[in-house]
């Protein structure tokens, strides 16, 4: 299966892993069969709550998301023109740039996406939850 993870989700896979159940975290650490993408809008999101002091995380983002993406074996995702650009196709559900960005992602690339932000049911997009894994 083809996913990008939510950047909460990332977070929580590597700092708080006790809120993902076994099953969920077994299908993220399970690479050979799943094709796990990390947004690099999920890296610039980190990236801006470092910055400001509303996220700590043990080294800076520059080294700390690079490593932990290659640890899990996780893929990059880079931002591509026509993923910005499929923004304005989003009905205006919420404000959240970097969300609306991870569902323009998902749709041009056909993946699903994994998340427990409700927001994101309420968008024509392909959803699982951690208890849908």
């Keep these: 299966m083809k996913v990008l993870i ?3 989700i990332f977070l929580w896979f590597f700092l ?3 809120r993902i159940k076994k099953r969920a975290h077994d299908f993220l650490q399970n690479t050979f069969d799943n094709e796990i ?6 890296a610039w999101e980190i990236s801006i709550k470092y910055g400001i002091g509303k996220l700590k995380i043990p080294e ?8 932990r993406i290659r640890r ?4 990059h995702l880079p931002i591509e023109i026509q993923h910005v650009l499929r923004v304005h196709n989003l ?4 404000k959240d740039p970097f969300d609306r960005l991870l569902i323009s992602q998902a749709d041009v690339g056909n993946l699903t996406i994994v998340t427990e ?3 994101f049911l309420k968008y024509q997009a392909k959803i699982l939850t951690l208890n849908n894994l």
């Design 91 to 94: 009905p205006p559900i919420h």
């Design 16 to 18: 708080e892993p006790q």
């Design 60 to 67: 800076v983002p520059e080294i700390w998301v690079p490593d």
């Design 6 to 8: 939510d950047t909460h």
């Design 117 to 119: 932000d409700p927001n």
């Design 37 to 42: 993408y990390v947004s690099h809008a999920t």
């Design 72 to 75: 899990a074996g996780f893929r």
